[in-house]
């Protein structure tokens, strides 16, 4: 049982708390419930350009990452790592899967309409691939909810991709032609090889956050991280780190040229409410500056 760190507003459940004790079945049906009951919330976390970060505010803004809290009653957060797995091994996730893709885009809509032009990124599991008709379901939430496909990108791990390459491949293409970008999650944790990446129809590498968090160590994250950022640019991609928390690995993002990051340094994830207040507090702050 963690403390959020953030506001203190909301107790988070540990995996052992809430539902170790339960089976698998238990915990799926207790999903399916969820869902019906709208207990999944989607957070939101600003990705901003390294070179106008500061901390404590995402200054440079570039999109935000869409990440999923089941809230089963008032003040409890269950984080994805203690669900996740389970919807992926039992199907789950394709519904699941389809709610965050759609509830993102419907967001994501809510800012243009406010006037702001903020690009999500909404997760996927490899498992959402196998759905069959996934690029359909990308290009008819797109229709319904009037969101332009150039404000929606799909981040897709590094391992996911690897799963089943020619098939995954096939898809991203289909779907790039529609206007969605891809990044690959969790970049440098798989068995990407540069043959494949070269192939891989992404816009941006995602730097693993476990990179990041040695970078300032003695050990071999820095080069790694340089190593990566030197491959995106060499393959014409975006590189964003994730996990950035001190002022520390900023600089050395920003000395590395890493083009985004994403980290607690800048913010925490945050519901869309409070989002709306940064994206307006922002706005009212360059008016004066204009
Ligand atoms: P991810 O996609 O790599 O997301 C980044 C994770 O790092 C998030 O954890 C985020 O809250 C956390 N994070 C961001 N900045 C920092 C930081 O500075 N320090 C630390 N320690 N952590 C930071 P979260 O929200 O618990 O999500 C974990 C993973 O669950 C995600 O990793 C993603 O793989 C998966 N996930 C989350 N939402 C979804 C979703 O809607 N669909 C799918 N398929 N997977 C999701
Ligand atoms: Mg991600
Ligand atoms: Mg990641
Ligand atoms: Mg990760």
Known sequence: LAKDAGKGLY???????????????????????????????????????????????????????????????????????????????SGFISPLGDWVLLQSCKDAKKWLDMGFPVQVSVNVAA??????????????????????????????????????????????????????????????????SLQYLHRLPVDCLKIDQSFVRSMDKKGNGADIVSAVISMARAFGLASIAEGVETFDQLEMLQTRGCEQIQGFLVSRPMHFEAFVKVLTAQKELCVQID
Request: proline share 6%.
């Open 11 to 89: 107790r988070y459940a540990s995996g052992e708390m809430e539902l170790a004790n339960k089976s698998r079945l238990e915990i799926e049906a207790k999903m399916h419930q969820a869902l019906a009951n709208n207990e999944f919330v989607l957070f939101y976390q600003p990705q901003t350009k390294t070179s106008e970060a500061i901390p404590g505010s995402p200054f440079g803004l570039v999109g935000v990452e869409a990440l999923i809290r089941w809230i089963p009653e008032p003040n409890l957060i269950i984080p994805p790592g203690d669900f996740l797995p389970v919807a992926e091994e």
């Open 127 to 192: 498992r959402q691939f196998d759905q069959g008709n996934f690029t359909e379901r990308v290009r008819s939430t797109l229709a319904t909810t009037g969101l332009p496909a150039e404000l929606l990108k799909l981040e897709v791990t590094e391992s996911g991709c690897m799963r089943n390459i020619s098939q995954v491949t096939e898809i991203m293409c289909r779907i790039r032609e529609l206007g969605v970008t891809f990044a690959i999650d969790d970049f440098g944790t798989g068995y990407c």
